[in-house]
């Protein structure tokens, strides 16, 4: 990496075995089953309070309950994958996806119970059977953070390095060998590791509507891709039907496992619709659902959730989270129907990996939603995600257990790499109106329905905004970055498939799309 005019030099330097850069269920994932290893562990918000995992409501599934199978797990997540899963890697996300519950339950993760004491098992979209299990009703996401969040802060092995934003990658001889931070007091901190690990979550911030936090600026992607690390299935962004309208942002979700539990989908006139798109009515694939609500949406129509009933004395105590989001609002679902709106929730493609989360890149892992494992192809089944992130986390500290020792401690690199930190020029009011500008333009040409005209007005307008914008590696240039592969892949694909809906779509063969940018 060379500076420029603005570069800025390395003022510390820390070394460790292991590098993971993000604190979701990813990341604290690696650095606790990684027990015998120095990991460091860099994260932009404070430990565990950052990202989409603390926010996930819908649950983890995996085929534990009596009458399903590991293959049962297998095959709805195929069915809904579009053709573009690799069987075997799903194979081995359903596999394992029942030891991850347990070893979840040893470090006191309190799961959701029935009256005899069993885990309670709901069922969502899709899914055959009844397997999701789920934590205070719908807070899934914030129990399993606070037992793995505990279990790290009570870990010797770990250093976590808070409210810390990592820049760039560092590379020696074609090896990925640390990464170059601003830390809380913004110094630049040159991290040396012999293993880094992106764990930095997804893309969502880049869409106008999202239902993920403001750090979700697809920083890892960038970073990879800046690298030259191969990426795949960047077009296939999930959009959520069911994220509160009323002009928030993050859009507050509204789980589907309310539809799940009866709630459904009204126009104005109180009419159900879903019914006129997809025999499953509400709960349809979830790109058939958010395309009908966008359908209504563009002949000026409302679009309601009537969760009166789900919300209900009959389930209680299972939406605390939705309901309190409705009444944070000034609505009451129990009482009325809540405005709901499509909304960007979830990115399948990713930093291309193979099952033990290694990158096209030597000194490189990723997993969660940064990586593309592969097992979501163009669509990921409802309450997948955790569980990606569970299984496929534990694979790589387990790689990370027999390769580690193989390679030079860090320490061997300290004096031999030299860093400068380019402009990081801090995020200022202009980069505030080109954020606004980016997210706006892939909402409009880069969302639910694309074309090719649209995706390259989309693609001419991040040309003009690269060049309001300048250089440097910040958050602003990460989004623009995201924002035009994700563009150029959807060009790419020109026929429609799961989440990826081109109204200009002609037929041709499915296949996984992997792709390159940057020096590699
Ligand atoms: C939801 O609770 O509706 C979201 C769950 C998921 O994204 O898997």
Redesign the pocket.
Known sequence: MTGGAAASRVQAVETHDVLVIGSGVGGLTVALETPDLRVGLLTKTELGRGGSSPL???GVAAAIGPGDSPAAHAEDTLAAAAGLAVPERVRILTEEGPARIAALLALGTRFDRDDVGHLALGREAAHGVARIVHANG?ATGAEIVRALRETVEAAPMVEVFERTFVCELVMEQGRVVGALARDAADAVVLHLARAVVLATGGIGHVYWHTTNPRDNTGDGLAMAARAGARLADLEFVQF?PTALDVGADPMP?L???LRGAGATLVDESGRRFMPDFHPAGELAPRDVVARALRELQSQGRRTLLDARDAVGPRHASKFPTAVRHCLDHGFDPRREPVPVSPAA??HMGGVAVDTHGRTSLAGLWACGEVSCVGVHGAN?L????LLDALVFGARVSRDLMRAVRRLPPAKALVGRVDVRLGDTSTEDGACAKIRRDIRDVMWSEVGLVRTADSLRRALGCFTQISRRLGPGASETHNLLTVAGLVAKAALDRRESRGAHFRSDSVPTPGSRHETSVGNG
């Open positions: 996930a409501q819908g719908d959520h979700l789980t589907e496992a929730h979830y990921r409802a309450s997948n995600s």
